[in-house]
């Protein structure tokens, strides 16, 4: 059974910044895309970034510039560097994963698997 576990979030101020870390554990896997998505007060869970593999990444509007989005392959982890945060980034954020369990040698499961989520806050 893979679990994906974030940290990182907490209390700032307005402009401060946060680094939130997600790691996958378990055993006879592989971690395809990775991404971060959140949820605000008032609005759906919404794409905050992603990463393939291969390190190429993507970025909703209102991340782009201030947020970055890095993995660590070996590790099975992904980070999301935020900068210059406002309050209306103030939400949970999750952490998201394309995963491939390997049963035996010629047998596998995808399936997307989602973290437990961290409280970000963002105080004006």
């Known amino acids: 059974q893979v679990q994906l576990v974030e940290s990182g979030g907490g209390l700032v101020r307005a402009g401060g910044s946060l680094r939130l870390s997600c790691a996958a554990s378990?055993?006879?896997?592989?971690?395809?895309?990775m991404r971060w998505y959140r949820q605000v007060l008032g609005k759906q869970r919404e794409l905050v970034a992603g990463?393939?593999?291969?390190?190429?990444?993507n970025y909703a509007d209102f991340a782009k510039g201030r947020f970055t989005i890095s993995r660590d392959n070996a590790k099975n982890a992904v980070y999301l560097q935020m900068h210059s945060l406002k309050p209306e980034d103030t939400g949970i954020y999750y952490c998201?994963?394309?995963?491939?369990?390997?049963?035996?040698?010629?047998?596998?499961?995808?399936?997307?698997?989602w973290g437990q989520g961290t409280q970000v806050t963002v105080s004006s």
């Open positions: 378990g055993s006879n896997f592989r971690i395809n895309a």
């Open positions: 998201n994963a394309d995963v491939r369990t390997y049963f035996n040698q010629i047998s596998y499961n995808d399936r997307e698997h």
């Open positions: 990463t393939a593999p291969g390190g190429v990444t």
